[in-house]
C-alpha cells in the first residue's frame, strides 16, 4: 500500500466523521440548523465518493459484473454532493432581505438556482451513457485516468464530468471568498479561507487532468508519466478534500469551545447564585436547584442560563443595598486590600465580602432602608459581566462567613461614628 492509498483511507474517514458529527445538527436541529441540511449532504455525498477511491473498494468494484464501477459511483456521489454544496450556496447567499439593489453575489446565487439542479441532472445522464458506450472498460483499470490516457471515449467522459466539478469549485469559490472578506468573526473567516483556497484546488485540479486527457489523445503519454501524473494530481485532491473538511469545522469547533466556555461559568457562579437565589427565593423564574440538576435542565440554553444567572446576582445586590450602610462598600475594599490579595483580585475580592456581608447583615434582621452605596459596573458587555461575575465567584469562596461579619461590624461602627459627628 502506498502513502496515496493510506492518504486515501484517512481523508475519507475524516470526511465520513464530519459528516457523522453534522448529522444530528442538520436533520434535527433549529431553523438555522436545517438550512445548512444542504451542507451536511454535501459531507456525506463527498465522504461515500472518498470511500468509492480508496484502495479495497475500488479494487473490488472494479473487478465486479460491472467492469469499473467505482468510477461511476464515485461520480454519481460527487455529482450530489455538488449539487447539494450549490444548495447550500444559493440557501445562504441568494437571501435578501433589504429594498434596494440586490448585491451581486445575491444576483449571481439566483442563477446558480436556476440552473442548478437540471445541470446535475444532466450530468448522471450524459455520465450514464457515455460510461456504457463510448468508455472502453474491456480491462478493469486500478487508475482510471492513467489507465485510459489517449482513449478518447474516456476523455469524453471525464470531461463531463470535470466540467461540471470545475464550474461548481469555481463557484463555491467566488461566493466564499466575497464571504470571507466580509466575515467579522475570526474564527469564520479562518473557516471560510481555508474552504475557498480548497475549491482554488479543485479548480486547478479540474483544469489540469482535463487538459492531460485532451493532448493525451494527440499524443499518448508514456505509461509511467501517465501514472505520476496520476498521482501528483490525487495528492492535491487529498489536499483538497483535508482543507475543506477542516475549513468546514472551524466555526463548528468554536462553537463547542464557547458551549465549554458557558458550563464551566455556571459551574463557577453556581454558589454565589444558589445562595443570593435561596436568600430571594421569588427572583428567579425556577426555584434554585443543585448543580448537577441546573446544568440537566436542556430546556434552557447554556447562553441564556448564564445571562438568566448574571442578571439574578445584579438585582439580588440590588436588594441586599437597602440592609447594608453606605460604610459597607469602603470595609468591603479595605478588607480586600489588607488580605494582601494580588491587585487583578482585589475588585473581585471586595465584591465578594459586600455581598457575603449584605447576606450576614439581612439575615440577622437588618431592617429595609436606603440603597446604599455599591461597585462600579466593571464590564461593558453580557460577556464581560459574566467573566467579571466569575471572578466574584471564586473570591466568594474563600470569604468565611466570621470574617464578613467582622467586615459587617466595621462598616456599622464607622456608619454610626459618622452620624454621631
Given at each position: 500500500?502506498?502513502?496515496?492509498d493510506?492518504?486515501?483511507?484517512?481523508?475519507?474517514?475524516?470526511?465520513?466523521?464530519?459528516?457523522?458529527?453534522?448529522?444530528p445538527?442538520?436533520?434535527?436541529?433549529?431553523?438555522?440548523?436545517?438550512?445548512?441540511?444542504?451542507?451536511?449532504?454535501?459531507?456525506?455525498?463527498?465522504?461515500?465518493?472518498?470511500?468509492?477511491?480508496?484502495?479495497?473498494?475500488?479494487?473490488?468494484?472494479?473487478?465486479?459484473?460491472?467492469?469499473d464501477?467505482?468510477?461511476?459511483?464515485?461520480?454519481?456521489?460527487?455529482?450530489?454532493?455538488?449539487?447539494?454544496?450549490?444548495?447550500?450556496?444559493?440557501?445562504?447567499?441568494?437571501?435578501?432581505?433589504?429594498?434596494g439593489?440586490?448585491?451581486?453575489?445575491?444576483?449571481?446565487?439566483?442563477?446558480?438556482?436556476?440552473?442548478?439542479?437540471?445541470?446535475?441532472?444532466?450530468?448522471?445522464?450524459?455520465?450514464?451513457?457515455?460510461?456504457?458506450?463510448?468508455?472502453?472498460?474491456?480491462?478493469?483499470?486500478?487508475?482510471?485516468?492513467?489507465?485510459?490516457?489517449?482513449?478518447?471515449?474516456?476523455?469524453?467522459?471525464?470531461?463531463?464530468?470535470?466540467?461540471?466539478?470545475?464550474?461548481?469549485?469555481?463557484?463555491?469559490?467566488?461566493?466564499?471568498?466575497?464571504?470571507?472578506?466580509?466575515?467579522?468573526?475570526?474564527?469564520?473567516?479562518?473557516?471560510?479561507?481555508?474552504?475557498t483556497?480548497?475549491?482554488?484546488?479543485?479548480?486547478?485540479?479540474?483544469?489540469?487532468?482535463?487538459?492531460?486527457?485532451?493532448?493525451?489523445?494527440?499524443?499518448?503519454?508514456?505509461?509511467?508519466f501517465?501514472?505520476?501524473?496520476?498521482?501528483?494530481?490525487?495528492?492535491?485532491?487529498?489536499?483538497?478534500?483535508?482543507?475543506?473538511?477542516?475549513?468546514?469545522?472551524?466555526?463548528?469547533?468554536?462553537?463547542?469551545?464557547?458551549?465549554?466556555?458557558?458550563?464551566?461559568?455556571?459551574?463557577?457562579l453556581?454558589?454565589?447564585?444558589?445562595?443570593?437565589?435561596t436568600?430571594?427565593?421569588?427572583?428567579?423564574?425556577?426555584?434554585?436547584?443543585?448543580?448537577?440538576?441546573?446544568?440537566?435542565?436542556?430546556?434552557?440554553?447554556?447562553?441564556?442560563?448564564?445571562?438568566?444567572?448574571?442578571?439574578?446576582?445584579?438585582?439580588?445586590?440590588?436588594?441586599?443595598?437597602?440592609?447594608?450602610?453606605?460604610?459597607?462598600?469602603?470595609?468591603?475594599?479595605?478588607?480586600?486590600?489588607?488580605?494582601?490579595?494580588?491587585?487583578?483580585?482585589?475588585?473581585?475580592?471586595?465584591?465578594?465580602?459586600?455581598?457575603?456581608?449584605?447576606?450576614?447583615?439581612?439575615?440577622?434582621?437588618?431592617?429595609?432602608?436606603?440603597?446604599?452605596?455599591?461597585?462600579?459596573?466593571?464590564?461593558?458587555?453580557?460577556?464581560?459581566?459574566?467573566?467579571?461575575?466569575?471572578?466574584?465567584?471564586?473570591?466568594?469562596?474563600?470569604?468565611?462567613?466570621?470574617?464578613?461579619?467582622?467586615?459587617?461590624?466595621?462598616?456599622?461602627?464607622v456608619?454610626?461614628?459618622?452620624?454621631?459627628a
Open positions: 500500500m502506498t502513502p496515496l493510506v492518504a486515501g483511507y484517512l481523508i475519507a474517514g475524516l470526511m465520513t466523521a464530519v459528516a457523522l458529527w453534522r448529522m445538527a442538520a436533520l434535527w436541529g433549529d431553523e438555522e440548523d436545517r438550512r445548512r441540511r444542504a451542507l451536511w449532504g454535501c459531507y456525506a455525498g463527498f465522504a461515500a465518493a472518498l470511500w468509492t477511491k480508496t484502495r479495497a473498494v475500488r479494487i473490488g468494484l472494479n473487478d465486479s459484473p460491472v467492469t464501477l467505482s468510477v461511476l459511483i464515485k461520480h454519481y456521489t460527487a455529482t450530489v454532493a455538488i449539487l447539494a454544496i450549490l444548495s447550500y450556496i444559493v440557501a445562504i447567499y441568494g437571501q435578501y432581505a433589504d429594498a439593489a440586490v448585491p451581486r453575489h445575491v444576483r449571481f446565487a439566483r442563477k446558480i438556482q436556476q440552473v442548478a439542479a437540471k445541470a446535475s441532472v444532466a450530468t448522471l445522464v450524459l455520465l450514464t451513457v457515455l460510461f456504457f458506450t463510448v468508455v472502453d472498460r474491456s480491462t478493469p483499470s486500478d487508475r482510471f485516468v492513467a489507465d485510459h490516457a489517449g482513449q478518447w471515449g474516456a476523455t469524453l467522459y471525464m470531461s463531463v464530468f470535470y466540467l461540471y466539478l470545475g464550474a461548481a469549485s469555481a463557484v463555491c469559490a467566488y461566493q466564499w471568498a466575497l464571504a470571507t472578506a466580509s466575515a467579522g468573526r475570526r474564527h469564520l473567516r479562518v473557516g471560510l479561507a481555508m474552504m483556497f480548497a475549491m482554488f484546488i479543485g479548480v486547478g485540479y479540474t483544469v489540469s487532468r482535463t487538459l492531460f486527457l485532451w493532448v493525451s489523445v494527440v499524443d499518448p503519454p508514456a505509461e509511467a501517465a501514472l505520476r501524473f496520476d498521482e501528483i494530481t490525487e495528492a492535491s485532491q487529498v489536499v483538497l478534500f483535508a482543507f475543506f473538511a477542516i475549513g468546514a469545522s472551524v466555526p463548528a469547533c468554536h462553537n463547542i469551545s464557547r458551549r465549554a466556555t458557558l458550563w464551566r461559568a455556571q459551574v463557577k453556581h454558589a454565589l447564585w444558589y445562595e443570593l437565589m436568600a430571594f427565593p421569588d427572583q428567579p423564574f425556577d426555584p434554585p436547584a443543585p448543580l448537577l440538576r441546573e446544568l440537566t435542565r436542556f430546556g434552557t440554553p447554556a447562553d441564556l442560563r448564564v445571562d438568566r444567572w448574571a442578571a439574578d446576582i445584579a438585582d439580588a445586590v440590588e436588594k441586599l443595598r437597602h440592609y447594608v450602610p453606605d460604610a459597607l462598600l469602603p470595609a468591603a475594599e479595605a478588607a480586600a486590600a489588607d488580605g494582601g490579595a494580588a491587585r487583578e483580585r482585589t475588585g473581585p475580592l471586595a465584591d465578594a465580602y459586600w455581598i457575603k456581608a449584605a447576606l450576614a447583615a439581612r439575615s440577622a434582621g437588618a431592617p429595609a432602608g436606603d440603597a446604599a452605596a455599591v461597585g462600579t459596573q466593571h464590564a461593558t458587555d453580557q460577556d464581560g459581566e459574566v467573566a467579571w461575575l466569575v471572578r466574584v465567584a471564586a473570591a466568594y469562596r474563600t470569604v468565611t462567613p466570621e470574617r464578613a461579619r467582622q467586615v459587617l461590624a466595621a462598616s456599622t461602627a456608619q454610626e461614628q459618622e452620624q454621631q
